[in-house]
């Protein structure tokens, strides 16, 4: 079994992961015209992270599948099911590489001056008191934009305490800041409402971290390339565990906030009302992730 604390990550060159994820959603009865939308394959390439295979298999009949790619570079698998009797599984297995020695994770500095990574999101509207902290988090660091991102980064981690159960999908980075608790999309959704008040342009990141049982959230701050002109770079910061993120970060989707990166989404028709609850549990929802190690592409200086 490989402990993933053991591993000496700045001595990694290359490494590949199999990603494995199965999503159940079960009804209180029939379901029609069942519209599911996926956003669990990487994109093609990422900075030093490349995507390499996925298989998706889904337990109902599907009668239609569209592949594309949304406005914010993600890729999307929309399904269409007629119908469904009382559950549909779907069950994924995507293979991603990253490696080192390729420099920053360069970007059109365009980015830099686009207003939906600038600006309030629905979950992250600042209230008093992340403008009072975003004010005192500021001082001093007035052109220093990794400064003062590694900054917010530290102050967030510090500022909650990891709990299941008392956030969910809607919850807004004030009220989660407000709770004193959440879970890593609470933390991301606090640090995002920070870096735009500062002035720091920053996006929400969806993927996965070796060594969890579910999908991960953090958050990139872009910030002008000095050695790179007219380019920008994406610094990525993860304030649940307090660090910057590493060659065990795998990237799947990017947005303004959670709503623009959620995993699974979708619509039905039904002679009810139901709500889906997207627990993660063993049998509804479940991922696993793994080096893989027996493709010999954990190299090592």
Not at 15 to 26: D, G, S
Not at 237 to 251: K, N, Q, R
């Amino acid at each position: 079994m490989l402990d993933v604390e053991e591993i000496d990550w700045q001595r990694v060159q290359r490494t590949a992961y199999l990603i494995h994820q199965h999503f159940r959603y079960e009804y209180p009865g029939p379901v029609r015209e069942l519209q599911q939308r996926l956003l669990i394959v990487p994109p093609a390439v990422y900075g030093d992270q490349k995507y390499l295979v996925h298989r998706l298999d889904v337990s109902a009949e599907v009668a239609e599948t569209v592949n594309e790619v949304d406005e914010f570079g993600n890729v999307v698998i929309k399904l269409s099911n007629p119908s469904i009797d009382y559950s549909v599984d779907f069950e994924a297995w995507i293979v991603v590489e990253r490696f080192t020695g390729g420099g920053p994770h360069l970007l059109s500095g365009d980015i830099l001056s686009d207003a939906r990574y600038r600006e309030p999101s629905a979950l992250t509207q600042p209230d008093a008191a992340l403008r009072e902290v975003a004010v005192m988090l500021s001082e001093g660091t007035q052109d220093q934009s990794l400064t003062l991102a590694a900054r917010i980064n530290d102050w967030v981690h510090d500022a909650l305490h990891y709990e299941h159960g008392v956030t969910d999908i809607h919850t807004t980075a004030a009220q989660a800041l407000e709770l004193g608790r959440g879970v890593c999309q609470d933390y991301a959704h606090i640090m995002l409402a920070l870096c735009r008040q500062c002035g720091l342009v920053a996006r929400y990141v969806s993927g996965h971290l070796l060594g969890e049982g579910g999908t991960h959230a953090w958050v990139e701050a872009l910030v002008a390339a000095p050695e790179h002109p007219g380019k920008a770079m994406a610094l990525a910061f993860d304030p649940t565990h307090g660090c910057e993120t590493g060659l065990h970060y795998i990237t799947v989707a990017v947005g303004r906030d959670y709503y623009d990166a959620a995993p699974t989404s979708g619509t039905f028709q039904a002679p009810y009302w139901v709500s889906l609850r997207c627990a993660r549990r063993w049998g509804q929802f479940h991922w696993s992730i793994r080096m893989l190690i027996d493709f010999h592409r954990l190299s090592y200086e």
